[in-house]
């Protein structure tokens, strides 16, 4: 499931964002222009916020050992 993750983090949104950006030159209507940078945009929050995809799981994986190992040995 991963894997696939990456493929459309890393593959997809870069791909929808060149897309985007290669159409603005070739729309005449302000308000097209004004909707593919808002996608733009967007599209690069979602790919700086998963970027740190892989930091989640890990750290919650330490989280749940820890209070693992808190119930086992008590102070």
């Not at 696939?4 to 030159?25: G, S, T």
């Not at 004004?34 to 998963?50: E, G, H, K, R």
């Not at 740190?52 to 102070?75: D, H, K, W």
């Amino acid at each position: 499931m991963l894997n696939e993750y990456r493929i459309a983090v890393f593959k997809i949104i870069p791909l929808i964002i060149a897309v985007y950006a290669l159409a603005i030159p070739y729309l005449e209507s302000p308000l097209w222009r004004a909707s593919l940078i808002t996608n733009i945009v967007m599209m690069a929050v979602i790919l700086v916020i998963d970027i740190n995809v892989n930091a989640r799981p890990n750290a919650y994986r330490e989280q749940l050992v820890l209070t693992e190992r808190s119930m086992l040995f008590p102070m």
